[in-house]
């Protein structure tokens, strides 16, 4: 019978996302496979805007399920990262902030600078420096997320979509965290980074109504950069952080109940 999760041949990285659905991927790699070879790492690469419930999340797979999983952040000076752990890990968004220290624009829907440098530069840099010239880069796209299936660009790596080749689907990864002794504490619209700016207009108007401390974050970001570069300066073209706390501020609770109020059409994914 074949195990669509079996490791492939060489080195092999997962990346845990921090998520159900990397977490549900992470323990099948598990099961088939048993204690994972020194040729294979599974990586978080934290931002430090996760929410700390996330972190929790990532700390209990390890502890758990008895695996190694190897913490990274961002850092501006060489070699540009630096491993951490649940308890050292970042929580107010350094390593976010000190990779839009230098561009002269804040990343967008059509820039996503900062996957690439706080996640897949960060990675790579870790690989490279304990020696991999070559790898698999495991990512936990489901089955019925297909249209997110890509080929990597990149020479060094290939990406291994596991998920989707067993047909697993949101219900699969569903199903099991409902039959597991712990599972991730977040409400929806929450995961990823907690604000990002691929969320939709409704979850971030949600996480102002919510956590307004964490949201302020975000619009502080764009008055800073604003000062730096001396223009103005936003994460997304039509809105500003300020903007949308203000009107959730204005309206209330209402807005929430109207579902053609507010744009919803994005689901705030930074994988790929």
């Given amino acids: 019978m074949n195990n669509f999760y079996n490791l492939p041949d060489g080195n092999v990285v997962i990346s845990f996302s921090g998520g159900r659905t990397s977490g549900y991927m992470l323990h099948q790699i598990l099961q ?11 990586v978080f690469a934290n931002t430090g805007r996760e929410m700390p419930e996330t972190l ?16 990274l952040e961002y850092r501006k000076e060489m070699p540009k990262f630096i491993t951490v752990n649940h308890n050292a890990a970042s929580r107010n968004g350094e390593p976010f902030k000190e990779a839009l220290q230098q561009p002269k624009i804040l990343p967008n829907v059509f820039r996503r600078f900062c996957t690439q440098e706080l996640k897949v530069l960060t990675i ?4 490279v420096s304990i020696g991999w010239k070559s790898w698999f880069n495991t990512v936990g796209i489901r089955a019925d997320e297909k249209h997110r299936v890509k080929k990597s660009k990149e020479k060094r790596w290939e990406n291994w979509f596991p998920l989707n080749d067993a ?3 949101k219900k699969t990864v569903m199903s099991f965290w409902k039959s597991q002794s712990f599972d991730l504490k977040i409400i929806d619209g929450s995961g990823n980074c907690d604000g990002c700016f691929l969320k939709s207009e409704a979850t971030l108007a949600a996480m102002f109504r919510l956590y307004p401390d964490r949201m302020q974050w975000w619009s502080d970001i764009e008055d800073w950069k604003s000062k730096q570069i001396g223009r103005n300066a936003q ?14 501020q ?7 109940d109207d579902e053609a109020y507010l744009c919803q059409a994005d689901n705030g994914e930074c994988t790929g």
């Fill in 124 to 127: 790579k840099r870790y690989l």
């Fill in 56 to 71: 929790d999340f990532v700390h209990q797979c390890s502890e758990h399920w008895n695996v190694p999983i190897t913490w």
């Fill in 250 to 256: 204005r309206q209330g609770d209402w807005i929430f």
């Fill in 235 to 248: 994460f997304h073209d039509s809105r500003k952080y300020k903007e949308i706390g203000n009107f959730v």
């Fill in 167 to 169: 047909l697993a689907t």
């Fill in 32 to 42: 088939a496979n048993g204690d994972l070879p020194d040729r294979c790492k599974v």
